[in-house]
């Protein structure tokens, strides 16, 4: 496999190729180092096949400090008003990290309208698709959403043998899919440095500094509480009263806070609980699930103790990126772990480690039966073998799942 096709993201590149010379404005969303700097890189080869010259391809790359004089809509402008002097042709214009750029919208929306312009973003944080940015763009863009890498990625970019999946699965389990850690798989402490050092981009750089947060250690403290109860439904005066408990003092207004500034970086997912009785979203005791789970072990260190919340939070992953809207079904005083839709499609997902005993088979199935329709219910564990189909409903096991 050659070097280039190695890192080849061709999940996103098939989605992404539809979209090119369209007069809509492509942008590609994600947590950091989750692999949208290669999706264009590998745009740009796409384009030299098409035989589209350089001159004609404008990549800004704000991570970079060859382009740290383009600070506002102005610079940017200014920039491509030279570069482009006396070029006739189609324009391709790619922004890595566009966020970092003020205003950005004001040149981008300027240069869609003039119709000789093809245009590409990257973002690591939520905020730049607001209600206002959508108001503006409405109808303009569309979104493609990157994440880290599926198992069968995982397995590919570290060319670990097919035939031992299971044993590559642990090692996914507690190193999460950045894609980055396969040049570090020496040790464990060598993959666990790199992740730290990522999550500290995420909090000091996307976070602190943006947000001008004064009290880091609090919100440090916030973001492992976080952390440690993937899986677990809780709301954010769970959260307060924790610290406090602690001796920490903080309001519940600067909980949830906090939390929607993680989640605007992508680290962090939140999922609303839908009532499917009253079939109504639900607004407290929610969700929340990490953009990769390596995350939670780098800053935490990896349990075994932790691994239902870790199975959930692969299945929730794998989910969006088969495209599916992804909530928790309330049922009575039930749970079910994913009600997942998309387009007219719906199914419904419970996630356990293993079904040890009748009971936990009775509780996982019992909830899935006890649905009020007919659409696809299935049960997901790290069983070998699984019981048979129980009212129609079908066991899977995880790994077989991540890899379909």
């Known amino acids: 496999m050659s070097e280039n096709n ?53 990549l800004i790359d704000k991570e970079s400090i060859d382009f740290d004089d383009i600070v506002t809509y102005k610079d940017l ?11 006739k042709g189609k324009q391709y214009l790619l922004i890595d990290e566009v966020q970092e ?48 890498l599926s198992l069968p990625e995982f ?8 035939s031992a999946v299971e044993q590559s699965f642990r ?7 950045f894609p980055a850690i396969h040049q570090f798989m020496e040790s464990e402490d060598t993959v666990y440095q790199y992740i730290n050092s990522l999550y500290d981009t995420i909090i000091l750089k996307d976070i602190v500094n943006r947000h001008k947060i004064r009290n880091v250690p609090l919100f440090q403290n916030i973001s492992r509480f976080v952390f440690d109860n993937i899986g677990n439904t809780f709301s954010a005066k769970k959260v307060a009263d924790y610290l406090k408990s ?3 003092s903080i309001t519940v207004d600067t909980v949830q806070k906090y939390l929607g500034y993680l989640t605007e970086t992508y680290a962090l997912n939140r999922v609303q609980r839908y009532d499917i009785k009253g079939k109504r979203n639900l607004e407290i005791h929610e969700k929340y699930y990490l953009g990769d789970i390596g995350l939670r072990n780098g800053v935490l260190g990896y349990r075994e ?10 299945v929730y992953l794998e989910l969006k990126r088969r495209g599916y809207k992804v909530a928790i079904g309330k049922l009575g005083d039930a749970e079910i772990d994913f009600i997942a839709t998309r387009e007219k499609e719906k199914q419904y997902i419970q996630v356990c480690y293993l079904l040890a005993s009748e009971a936990t088979i009775q509780r996982e199935f019992g909830v899935l039966a006890a649905l009020p329709d007919n659409y696809p219910k299935t049960v997901l564990s790290m069983d070998s073998i699984g019981p048979d189909n129980r009212e129609g409903i079908k066991w899977q096991n995880v790994i077989d799942f991540l890899m379909g």
Request: charged share 20%; hydrophobic share 35%.
């Open 246 to 248: 602690q001796r920490l």
């Open 155 to 162: 397995l590919q970019f570290n060319q670990h043998d097919p």
């Open 77 to 87: 402008v200014a920039y491509l008003k030279e570069r482009t002097s006396g070029i």
């Open 6 to 58: 190695f890192y080849s993201r061709n999940l996103y590149e098939a989605h992404l190729r539809p979209w090119i010379d369209k007069p809509i404005i492509k942008v590609i969303t994600g947590m950091r180092r989750v692999g949208k700097s290669c999706l264009l890189k590998q745009l740009i080869e796409h384009l030299h096949l098409r035989k589209v010259p350089n001159k004609r391809i404008h």
């Open 101 to 148: 750029i003020e205003q950005w919208e004001k040149a981008v929306n300027s240069y869609l309208k003039e119709g000789n312009w093809d245009i590409y973003l990257t973002g690591s944080n939520a905020h730049m698709l607001s209600s206002e940015l959508a108001t503006l763009l409405s109808g303009r863009y569309v979104e493609i959403p990157v994440y880290s």
């Open 305 to 314: 103790s932790a691994i239902n919340g870790l199975l959930e939070n692969l």
């Open 171 to 177: 090692i996914y389990l507690r190193y999460g899919g």
